[in-house]
């Protein structure tokens, strides 16, 4: 469990987990969905599309929908373990107190809404009319993932964009975009916390921070290097051990520094204190996610960019040697402080050609 929280914390964290799996059984029974209030908020978060042998696209379209007010019991519950969590870290009262913290931490703390039924639109620069298509309905955690049979033919790598219908009534737009990636080119894995954002995962302190506190800070020479990359045509997928919770700060952030592609981020709810989770190690989480991507993209080659902070290069020498033929470098950052050891590269790459992986240091500045 986590042995810092005080028995009655433990107690009221006890009781919020039963109340969530009891909703989560009772759910699995009720028949009833709903759209989108006016009192709701939705979030597409960003995915790419695969190529059928017919011309047509499998799209896959993942949503996110919340009641952004911070009330409630569990709510307020959370907020509560939040706050003692964050001070075994050294934060103060005043620092949480900051605009930064609140917007970020905000998003840990709404209503994940179950059983939204959505219908969106999809439309692209090809078709003058939009196709409208019903979602799946969203799960506990407020996510919804739906795969769409896209009948219509469009240009390889051109973009489809979705929004959210909604009553005439109600005059907010939820918009978002999907890559349509064709059956072969050049793809970039690329990792985000001390790669492409300083974010000192090795200490957990300075992460905590970085991660809620302070301005996200760039890893600018490899955002250059990722920008090179996407001028030789290369199509991007970030993959990250992080929460979806801290996808609503990242966006601006990736939008201003690296090129555009999908993002994969961890699901998980404070109620089960998940809140946890990305403190920890996810080598078996980064293998299945970045395989999943391989085995989408069966006939692209593939670059795989991380840093030497934590477990990148040992994940990526497992995925090569799974994927020998569609991996065609491996990059890592090296990061002061962590293990830069030759015997260490050697054992996480053992087998595989060195012209293959290569350990740079890429400047913050």
């Not at 979030?43 to 799209?59: H, Y």
């Not at 059983?115 to 620069?125: D, E, G, I, N, R």
């Not at 001390?194 to 090795?202: A, F, G, Y």
């Not at 957990?204 to 990722?226: C, D, E, G, T, W």
Request: with cysteine; charged share 20%; glycine share 6%.
């Amino acid at each position: 469990m986590i042995p810092f929280f005080s028995a009655s914390r433990r107690q009221a964290l006890f009781l919020a987990i039963g109340a969530g799996m009891l909703a989560m059984l009772l759910a699995g029974f009720w028949p009833f969905s709903s759209g989108l209030r006016a009192d709701e908020e939705l979030i597409f978060l960003p995915t790419s599309a695969v190529k059928n042998s017919d011309g047509s696209w499998a799209v896959p379209v993942h949503t996110w929908v919340f009641e952004g007010e911070e009330d409630g019991i569990l709510r307020g519950l959370g907020r509560a373990l939040i706050g003692e969590l964050l001070e075994q870290f050294g934060v103060s009262a005043q620092e949480t107190r900051s605009q930064i913290f609140q917007d970020r931490i905000k998003y840990f703390l709404v209503d994940n809404k179950r059983a939204k039924q959505l219908t969106v639109s999809v439309s692209s620069l090809n078709h003058q009319q939009p196709l409208d298509v019903q979602l799946q309905k969203s799960s506990a955690n407020g996510h919804a993932r739906t795969l769409v049979n896209y009948m219509r033919k469009e240009v390889d790598g051109s973009w489809l964009t979705l929004a959210a219908k909604l009553p005439k009534s109600d005059q907010r737009n939820f918009l978002g975009q999907i890559k349509l990636v064709p059956p072969t080119g050049h793809s970039v894995i690329c990792d985000i916390d001390d790669t492409i954002k300083v974010s000192n995962v090795l200490n957990k302190r300075q992460l905590i921070r970085n991660s809620l506190f302070r301005p996200y800070q760039p890893v600018l020479a490899m955002s250059r290097h990722l920008r090179e990359l996407e001028k030789g045509g290369a199509y991007f997928h970030y993959v990250s051990a992080s929460p979806w919770q801290l996808y609503p700060s990242l966006r601006q952030f990736l939008k201003n520094y690296v090129p555009s592609g999908t993002v994969a981020l961890r699901d998980f709810r404070l109620k089960d204190s998940s809140f946890v989770a990305f403190l920890r190690s996810s080598q078996a989480y980064k293998i299945e996610r970045i395989s999943a991507i391989l085995k989408r993209y069966p006939k692209h080659h593939f670059t795989l960019i991380g840093d030497s902070g934590e477990h990148d290069p040992e994940v990526y020498g497992s995925i090569y040697r799974s994927f020998p033929s569609q991996i065609k470098t491996i990059t890592i950052r090296a990061v002061e402080g962590s293990d830069l050891r030759k015997q260490r590269f050697k054992q996480a790459f053992k087998d595989i050609p060195e012209k293959v992986w290569n350990v740079r240091s890429f400047a913050v500045q």
